[in-house]
């Protein structure tokens, strides 16, 4: 490895890196903004300058532009340099509207930052700005054109890395534009994402816009609860609102990004039709006349129809604290039945995919970005997983060969990420034996039993897309107690009351149950249906675990306390008008905390702690930290 000295100090870096990215390794941080580890470099914006003292390169240079190598000596304090980074800082303001004040950025703004630390706090230039006009780019993100350095890792990001085409750069004569040819709404599912990747205040989140300053967010580590990828996030609260989400950086998992669905679907957290109070037969009550009242009912259904005619339902959407709890649940309900999936297919699908997967053949998405060769069957990757289908594209990008069996062909992933795909019509006509590392990406939602089984046969690594955040844990519960879909034990006509956690069970299955309880946190057809109801907190209110389609545990941490917005719900946006030692609307529990108090309430022993057993691994599970695998 080249071993090169930076301020007097040796470093020994992987061959490739880049002598910013070796600084950066001693402690040493040089500004810049047109470099992006997941970018590359490009030398734009002239502003990580370093003297190369000694060694094959000579001089004061872009740092991100030169390998490290041998025998190298710079300095970054260097007076030299330290004038050229100053100066470009001072350059890079000129037209700058000098608008912190007012701007979203404020506070989490790399300009501002470099801008204070350079030293420069003086403005000379008395002359005219250049100015712009922004455009409307859709409902999520903002645009104030007049903030842009033209550091161009906005369209680097959009075209290059994400493969959009209705965003990019014109110029004419001394002006640069970064946006749409027309206005309108950006087409990316990934778009997002210029407002993590902007240094500056360009692109801001629109859905949080002068709402709260970086300093006043409630943040915390957590896992996005949309798909089965468990890509990484740092979801930002204020006063008991879910402002808006940010991508958090996991190598492993989703590397820098996240994708539009992760990132804007907040809304439910904060939905006024949000349920948060228990009910009975539609009554407000208190949590233990509720939960009294459930075990009351749930007597008198196996009085009536006997042991077995109780089901319990579990979730891929609840976290493992709970799914976990489910079977003892069960035995205390005389032997109920368990399930965790609503529709027996699916049930079925999951578990055989599941089953199938190895610490040696299960990929992820950094196994995808690394394949030679991507063969993509019974699913849509939009839809089911956006942030593989990107992973896919920077295989592609590495020049690996994609290919799709059944579906459009290609069609959509064309036209949306510029990609080139080979249409097959079997998984047989793949030519696998031709690369040394392909990788089969199946999505089980309409991949049939025998497809998911030959693709796990087929000699490739496979990543298979699961139906929610914490499906794998499901699956393997279903397989280790037996359970069967749920429509698969109401076919059987013993089950004559159903208790659901978090479960989207389809109507036309409770039709004929004359007793069904639920938990949950949204406003379901199952919680509409539901005699008795207990709300539960959403994820980000909690601390939990989910188990992503690769089988990689990882820890949540609760980022806010659960109850109404203070910013208030009705028209005028005042905040509720009720006097109480509690915020309204906070008397929410976990999940697993609700399975626990019906446990003890049938005789069971109170749960201190919800993962036992073969899951105690995790109890110490670092939130910041890459997940491990539990296969």
């Given at each position: 490895?080249?071993?090169?000295?930076?301020?007097?100090?040796?470093?020994?870096?992987?061959?490739?890196?880049?002598?910013?990215?070796?600084?950066?390794?001693?402690?040493?941080?040089?500004?810049?903004?047109?470099?992006?580890?997941?970018?590359?470099?490009?030398?734009?914006?002239?502003?990580?300058?370093?003297?190369?003292?000694?060694?094959?390169?000579?001089?004061?240079?872009?740092?991100?532009?030169?390998?490290?190598?041998?025998?190298?000596?710079?300095?970054?304090?260097?007076?030299?340099?330290a004038r050229m980074r100053q100066m470009v800082i001072e350059w890079l303001m000129l037209n700058h509207p000098h608008d912190c004040p007012v701007c979203d950025e404020g506070g989490e703004c790399l300009l501002q930052d470099y801008t204070v630390a350079g030293g420069h706090g003086n403005r000379r230039y008395r002359g005219k700005k250049r100015t712009h006009t922004n455009q409307y780019l859709g409902p999520y993100i903002e645009h104030e054109m007049n903030r842009c350095i033209q550091c161009y890792r906005c369209v680097r990001f959009y075209q290059e890395y994400a493969g959009g085409s209705d965003f990019?750069?014109?110029?004419?004569?001394?002006?640069?534009?970064?946006?749409?040819?027309?206005?309108?709404?950006?087409?990316?599912?990934?778009?997002?994402?210029?407002?993590?990747?902007?240094?500056?205040?360009?692109?801001?989140?629109?859905?949080?816009?002068?709402?709260?300053?970086?300093?006043?967010?409630?943040?915390?580590?957590?896992?996005?609860?949309?798909?089965?990828?468990?890509?990484?996030?740092?979801?930002?609260?204020?006063?008991?609102?879910?402002?808006?989400?940010?991508?958090?950086?996991?190598?492993?998992?989703?590397?820098?990004?996240?994708?539009?669905?992760?990132?804007?679907?907040?809304?439910?957290?904060?939905?006024?039709?949000?349920?948060?109070?228990?009910?009975?037969?539609?009554?407000?009550?208190?949590?233990?006349?509720?939960?009294?009242?459930?075990?009351?009912?749930?007597?008198?259904?196996?009085?009536?129809?006997?042991?077995?005619?109780?089901?319990?339902?579990?979730?891929?959407?609840?976290a493992l604290e709970g799914n976990a709890l489910l079977p003892i649940l069960a035995a205390c309900a005389d032997g109920g039945v368990l399930s965790f999936f609503a529709d027996a297919g699916e049930a079925d699908r999951t578990a055989t995919a599941v089953s199938l997967l190895n610490r040696d053949n299960a990929a992820g998405m950094a196994d995808v970005q690394a394949a030679d060769a991507v063969v993509i069957m019974g699913g849509d990757l939009l839809e089911e997983g956006p942030m593989m289908a990107l992973a896919v594209r920077q295989a592609w990008r590495k020049g690996a060969r994609l290919f799709m069996?059944?579906?459009?062909?290609?069609?959509?992933?064309?036209?949306?990420?510029?990609?080139?795909?080979?249409?097959?019509?079997?998984?047989?006509?793949?030519?696998?034996?031709?690369?040394?590392?392909?990788?089969?990406?199946?999505?089980?939602?309409?991949?049939?039993?025998?497809?998911?089984?030959?693709?796990?046969?087929?000699?490739?690594?496979?990543?298979?897309?699961?139906?929610?955040?914490?499906?794998?844990?499901?699956?393997?519960?279903?397989?280790?107690?037996?359970?069967?879909?749920?429509?698969?034990?109401?076919?059987?006509?013993?089950?004559?009351?159903?208790?659901?956690?978090?479960?989207?069970?389809?109507?036309?299955?409770?039709?004929?149950?004359?007793?069904?309880?639920?938990?949950?946190?949204?406003?379901?057809?199952?919680?509409?249906?539901?005699?008795?109801?207990?709300?539960?907190?959403?994820?980000?209110?909690?601390?939990?675990?989910?188990?992503?389609?690769?089988?990689?545990?990882?820890?949540?941490?609760?980022?806010?306390?659960?109850?109404?917005?203070?910013?208030?719900?009705?028209?005028?946006?005042?905040?509720?008008?009720?006097?109480?030692?509690?915020?309204?609307?906070?008397?929410?529990?976990?999940?697993?905390?609700?399975?626990?108090?019906?446990?003890?309430?049938?005789?069971?022993?109170?749960?201190?702690?919800?993962?036992?057993?073969?899951?105690?691994?995790?109890?110490?599970?670092?939130?910041?930290?890459?997940?491990?695998?539990?296969?």
């Open positions: 490895m080249p071993k090169l000295t930076i301020d007097n100090i040796t470093v020994e870096v992987p061959p490739g890196t880049n002598v910013l990215e070796a600084a950066k390794q001693v402690g040493i941080w040089i500004p810049h903004f047109c470099y992006h580890p997941a970018l590359g470099s490009v030398g734009a914006c002239r502003l990580c300058a370093m003297k190369f003292l000694e060694g094959p390169v000579k001089g004061v240079q872009m740092s991100c532009m030169i390998p490290a190598q041998d025998g190298m000596v710079v300095s970054t304090t260097d007076g030299e340099a990019g750069v014109m110029g004419s004569a001394a002006r640069v534009y970064y946006g749409r040819f027309s206005e309108g709404e950006l087409e990316s599912p990934f778009s997002g994402n210029l407002v993590d990747i902007c240094p500056t205040g360009v692109f801001t989140d629109k859905t949080a816009r002068f709402r709260a300053r970086y300093w006043d967010y409630d943040m915390a580590p957590s896992v996005c609860p949309h798909c089965s990828l468990g890509c990484n996030t740092i979801p930002a609260a204020r006063y008991r609102e879910l402002l808006k989400t940010m991508a958090r950086r996991n190598d492993a998992v989703n590397g820098w990004f996240i994708c539009d669905k992760g990132r804007f679907g907040n809304s439910p957290v904060n939905d006024p039709k949000r349920p948060r109070t228990p009910l009975i037969d539609g009554t407000e009550a208190s949590w233990e006349a509720a939960l009294d009242a459930l075990v009351l009912r749930l007597g008198e259904v196996l009085e009536i129809y006997g042991e077995g005619s109780i089901a319990v339902v579990g979730s891929p959407r609840l069996v059944g579906g459009d062909g290609g069609v959509v992933l064309t036209k949306t990420l510029g990609l080139q795909v080979t249409p097959l019509t079997s998984l047989a006509a793949a030519p696998l034996t031709e690369f040394r590392n392909p990788v089969i990406v199946c999505g089980t939602s309409r991949a049939a039993l025998d497809e998911i089984e030959v693709a796990a046969g087929a000699g490739a690594k496979l990543a298979c897309l699961l139906s929610g955040p914490n499906a794998f844990a499901a699956a393997m519960l279903s397989r280790e107690h037996g359970a069967p879909g749920l429509s698969q034990a109401i076919a059987g006509g013993t089950i004559r009351g159903i208790i659901a956690f978090e479960a989207d069970i389809p109507p036309e299955l409770l039709a004929d149950i004359p007793f069904v309880a639920a938990a949950d946190w949204l406003p379901t057809e199952t919680v509409k249906q539901a005699q008795i109801f207990l709300p539960t907190t959403a994820w980000v209110e909690m601390e939990g675990t989910f188990i992503n389609n690769e089988g990689r545990a990882q820890r949540f941490k609760q980022v806010m306390q659960p109850g109404l917005p203070i910013k208030g719900l009705d028209p005028a946006l005042h905040p509720p008008r009720v006097h109480g030692r509690v915020a309204p609307g906070s008397d929410v529990r976990p999940a697993w905390q609700v399975i626990d108090a019906l446990i003890e309430r049938l005789g069971g022993e109170r749960i201190v702690e919800p993962l036992g057993n073969r899951w105690e691994k995790l109890h110490n599970l670092d939130p910041e930290g890459g997940g491990t695998r539990v296969l």
